[in-house]
């Protein structure tokens, strides 16, 4: 039997010691000793006994390496298991020396050999109690500091979903808008809003800011205000006529933050961009953003839209600048954080852009809320796991028919032989009708894209389809219609489609194709169809009008 009864043991007032030797001498001269130092003592003379008398409220063991029922070492597994906070102090015979080295290996506070003087046993308890109080502090310490950190993630989630995951409008007619946010283990800065300055434009701000928890979320929540603010206060400034470009907000913007992160030492990236409807066009800012992906239902391909300017908390070197891209029904916009092309698999390799511009581009005609699903179910693939490092942010804009009376105001046609002398005609041609009924929507620089398309389309019916034979009538309508200028090309020679002809290589390599590959950047659309039973070839070329301001 114990020396103790356990249920007597209720861990008040002073520390208990347990002592574990099947020497009933010893066992009394170390219980003396340590409840003469403070102690309270609990004797075992077993180690089954001594494994059956741990309890939490013990705070050092005195354990004699070989006992019956379990020897010391048993006892140190256990304790080392069950217990670790706890540092045991072992006895052992001169000829044991070995056994207690590989207990302190394995986790002994220290051994002390029979015979022994019993303040030194004494002065070891004590500092194994004394570790043992150090290390139950360190843990309760770590404890509250993890219920502290999850209560900031708790706050933190709550602002990111209620202040920085704006929504987009449901009534806004020639666009369908789909978002999905899925939170890390960590609160991060990412954040999106949608703001509609007028019936026809809807404004979207995708942003990362650097860092992760209640700070990031609280900055990226006053980077929202502020570009609220600045828009408003922008549209009201004297002589501010129409609403203010992209480039102006972000300055504004810039100019209202740039102190307050200097202060902080932190950055953001993020692209700032405006749909015009009307004018068919992307209107945007890109400040060091990863780069969103411009799908092109024209050309069935994508592009990856990036700008110039450093990401917003830098010193301003130069003004912020903006780009513009055309659209037209059925292109899509794949705005995105890094957290989806940073994504990692089991090797560290990363999902990357490429990756995800090529699923993209395969996934097309989804619509975007599929589209979203797609690319999270490719990004769980790939990394084999649910749960990201980083937020998975996308937000994916659909470019609709707004279905508008497709009334044609204007037509004019020419005819010319098949001869590269002609394409000045052509030139000339297209110019005057663009200048006649273009005028206030198209200026100089898109009525010369349209006339190199024209022509590099022209040339290459003469070259490749009727293999510069003379004598070959190309028959081009020009037609004008409340939003767009259509040229449709018509010929009798062998079937040739360019938009089936692949991209140059820009590097030297190829350049076959280059004509071809002006012509889709020229205009906002191009289709081509052949009508076997009257063997004539139909390519038509659109360049959108914007309204006139």
Not at 119 to 129: C, E, H, I, P, T
Not at 291 to 305: F, G
Not at 396 to 422: F, G, V
Request: charged share 25%.
């Amino acid at each position: 039997m114990a020396d103790f009864d356990k249920s007597q043991h209720t861990g008040a007032g002073a520390p208990w010691v347990l002592v574990a030797d099947d020497d009933p001498a010893t066992r009394l001269l170390l219980r003396r000793k340590l409840e003469k130092s403070g102690y309270h003592v609990i004797c075992a003379k077993t180690g089954k006994e001594a494994v059956e008398q741990l309890s939490d409220n013990i705070a050092s063991a005195v354990l004699d390496l070989k006992m019956p029922e379990g020897d010391g070492l048993y006892c140190l597994r256990y304790i080392r298991q069950h217990y670790p906070d706890m540092a045991p102090l072992m006895l052992t015979a001169s000829e044991n020396i070995a056994n207690a080295v590989e207990a302190m290996k394995q986790g002994a506070l220290d051994y002390v050999i029979k015979p022994f003087n019993p303040g030194q046993v004494a002065a070891l308890v004590d500092k194994s109690v004394e570790t043992c109080r150090q290390t139950r502090r360190l843990k309760t310490a770590e404890k509250k500091l993890e219920q502290a950190r999850q209560h900031q993630l708790f706050v933190a989630t709550q602002i990111q979903h209620t202040l920085l995951l704006g929504r987009p409008p449901a009534d806004l007619p020639g666009m369908q808008i789909a978002r999905m946010t899925i939170p890390s283990q960590q609160i991060d800065g990412d954040f999106y809003d949608f703001i509609q300055l007028s019936p026809d434009s809807l404004d979207v701000v995708v942003a990362d800011i650097m860092g992760k928890g209640i700070m990031a979320a609280f900055m990226a929540a006053a980077l929202k205000s502020a570009f609220l603010r600045v828009i408003n206060k922008t549209r009201s400034l004297p002589g501010q006529k129409g609403q203010p470009d992209p480039e102006q907000i972000v300055a504004g913007v810039h100019r209202h933050m740039i102190e307050q992160m200097k202060e902080l030492e932190t950055f953001v990236t993020f692209c700032y961009g405006r749909f015009d409807l009307v004018r068919h066009r992307f209107v945007f800012v890109d400040c060091g953003h990863v780069r969103t992906i411009h799908w092109k239902k024209a050309e069935s391909r994508t592009h990856l839209l990036s700008g110039v300017n450093m990401p917003l908390g830098f010193p301003e070197t130069a003004p912020f600048q903006q780009m513009t891209v055309s659209f037209a029904p059925g292109d899509m916009f794949v705005f995105y954080s890094d957290g989806v092309t940073e994504a990692a698999d089991p090797d560290g390799n990363l999902y990357g852009e490429d990756r995800l511009a090529a699923l993209v581009e395969k996934n097309a005609e989804m619509d975007g809320n599929a589209m979203i699903t797609a690319i999270y179910n490719d990004v769980v693939d790939f990394t084999g796991t649910e749960v990201f490092s980083d937020d998975f942010t996308c937000v994916c804009a659909t470019i609709q028919p707004q279905n508008r009376p497709d009334r044609a105001l204007s037509s004019r046609s020419l005819s010319i032989d098949s001869d590269l002398e002609n394409l000045k005609k052509l030139r000339f041609f297209i110019r005057s009708f663009c200048r006649e009924h273009g005028a206030g929507s198209l200026d100089e620089l898109r009525i010369s894209q349209l006339e190199v398309a024209a022509t590099e389309l022209v040339a290459n019916i003469i070259k490749h389809g009727l293999d510069q034979a003379a004598g070959h009538e190309i028959h081009i309508i020009a037609t004008v219609y409340t939003d767009r200028i259509e040229m449709e090309f018509r010929d009798p020679g062998k079937s040739f489609d360019p938009t089936s002809i692949a991209p140059p290589v820009l590097d030297g390599t190829r350049e076959n194709g280059m004509g071809c590959y002006l012509i889709s950047q020229f205009v906002d659309h191009i289709s081509y169809h052949r009508d076997k039973a009257a063997g004539v070839n139909s390519a038509r070329i659109q360049i959108l009008l914007f309204a006139k301001d």
